[in-house]
């Protein structure tokens, strides 16, 4: 089945108070997620991943894989984060419907190149994430249609409501996930000595010659200072 070509069946209404889907390819089809129970196939080029139906979830709950590796990719480069992927990054999620919202539980698996903090020299990474969230449907929050409540505007939700329907963005959840779990300052190794500061030699390569006369080079500019006795 040929999707790339199938008709946008966005969501006009959706897109419109939400400007960055407008912009943003679609990032993945349906037909990229296996489906466990519920969908019929004749809905699945309804659905992508930013807007995963919410309304007449089964009780059970409906479970996604997700194997595109566009909705991973497409963030990646959007955002310029030095971050490649190694090998496929996959996510299983678990919607669970609440009265009030959505439960969203999954796991992130997959391995990731980044640069090392000190070194700069590609590091492997291991993902490895769980995660449990909560979605409130538009409108059920207590407190949501007070003034000044400024924890479910429309623009931080990932829910939206299009003809009486819920749909999920599950490809911003999904992207927000993955942030979380790259590391802040990932190291090929835990002893890493990192680049020379002054002349920028990979240090793990070994010593340089600059290394061991300068010294701290940020204090280098004292070294020949001469202080003024005053009289
Ligand atoms: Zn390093
Ligand atoms: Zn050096």
Redesign the pocket.
Same mark, same amino acid.
């Not at 090392?116 to 020299?121: A, H, I, P, V």
């Given at each position: 089945m040929d999707v790339l070509h199938a008709p946008d069946h966005g969501h006009p209404a959706a897109t419109r108070s939400r400007p960055e889907i407008v912009n943003a390819r679609r990032m993945a089809r349906i037909d990229n997620c296996s489906r466990h129970e519920y969908y019929a196939p004749s809905q699945r080029l309804e659905m992508d991943l930013k807007h995963i139906p919410l309304t007449g979830l089964p009780s059970t709950g409906l479970g996604l894989e997700v194997a595109d590796q566009a909705v991973w990719y497409e963030p990646l480069q959007k955002y310029a984060v030095q971050c490649r992927i190694a090998e496929a990054v996959s996510a299983e999620v678990l919607l669970l419907p609440q009265e009030d919202g959505c439960l969203i539980r999954g796991k992130i698996r997959g391995r990731v190149v980044l640069p =090392?903090?000190?070194?700069?020299?590609d590091?492997f990474y291991d993902l490895d994430h769980d995660f449990d969230e909560f979605e409130a449907f538009p409108g059920t929050s207590p407190g949501d249609d007070a003034p000044g409540s400024a924890d479910l505007s429309p623009e931080e939700s990932l829910v939206s409501m299009k003809d009486g329907l819920l749909f999920l963005d599950l490809a911003s959840l999904l992207w927000e996930e993955f942030s979380l779990a790259l590391p802040d300052k990932p190291? =090929?190794?835990a002893d890493?000595k990192?680049l020379c500061p002054s002349c920028g030699r990979n240090l793990?390569l070994g010593a340089c010659g600059c290394s061991a006369e300068s010294g701290d080079e940020r204090l280098a500019v004292f070294r020949n200072m001469k202080v003024k006795r005053q009289a």
């Open positions: =090392c903090n000190r070194c700069m020299e590091t190291l =090929c190794k890493c990192g793990n």
